[in-house]
């Protein structure tokens, strides 16, 4: 309950950084020339903090699941990005700026909160923990592909520099909170490093909302001259939450998934990882407000979708069959 209450406190400092960023941009631009040098910082320290959420002991157990996480993988880096495609493409195909930050918004499945949510719906939880690392590894690594395949052409920009930006902004600080949390573990008393652990969760937020505050203050022109796309984005994100439903509803009862991983399917399947994309986004492609304009907003929108796929799931609970996994799907991740 308490990280599903920290989500949606997420939500609110992120509309507070989008207030007071658009209240500096237009009464104060002093202020937004100033908050423009804290981008670079913030973005290191948002996606370190992310990195260094991440725990790697539960990777080993994967071998004894491979074939949930074969459906998984399928669904989140074969299939969605396909549907992703086609809903940028339907709403945004003659704007490329917003319609690569929609896509970059589809693309990526979450490896935080998705847990919490998975727990409350009763989903299996600690084969979720084993998911989080496949996902976040697989979705760095395929980053470069995806813009190549589906927005090198539409949008012009140069894919070959993406690798460097990716090994400077994001490889480098992987490897760097990855050694980090695995020393820390190994040094610490088990609760001193859960506080730690619990500390960089509750920065999360708050660094998002910062990061958020200087794109807007900065940039706060340009995002109003296209204030009008913004319902498309509603519309484009609304449509896709839509479409990732179906697509874990099918997968779950054509693999004849028990509940608890028919729920894990659909949650890891909806929400999107939105803040590593964000601070990704900021750093590969620089100055382009639009873009990061569209995964805020799918961001401001995926929890309430999320609280609402729950109910949707608890309502199916008694309809999918319910063996006991391997893995008890009330057991507490290796995560935070």
Known sequence: MH???SNFGTTLLILFGIAFGAWFGRYSPSTAATTAGF????IIALVSILFFEVSFGKLP???SHLRFLLIAWVANFILIPLIGWGIASLFFSGKPLLYIGLLIYFIAPCTDWFLGFTRLAKGNTALGAVLLPINLITQLLLFPVYLWLFAGKETGIDIAGIGQTLWQWFLMPFIGAVLAHQILKRVLPENVFGKILRLANGLVPFVIAALVTCIF???????LENISAFLMILAAVFLF????????????R???LAYPEH????????ARNAPLMLGLTTAVFPDQPLIYAALIIGMLVEFPHLTALKHLLLRQYSVFPSPVPK???TATPNHP
Not at 39 to 42: F, G, M, R, Y
Not at 217 to 223: E, L, T
Not at 263 to 270: D, E, G, V
């Open 3 to 5: 990280r599903l209450l």
């Open 39 to 42: 981008v670079d910082p913030l």
């Open 61 to 63: 157990e994967a071998r």
């Open 217 to 223: 203050s900065g940039n706060i022109s340009i995002i």
């Open 241 to 252: 939450f839509i479409a990732t439903f179906f697509l874990g509803d099918f997968l779950s």
């Open 254 to 256: 054509c693999f004849k």
């Open 263 to 270: 729920a894990l399917l659909s949650m890891t399947t909806a």
């Open 327 to 329: 893995f008890e799907s």
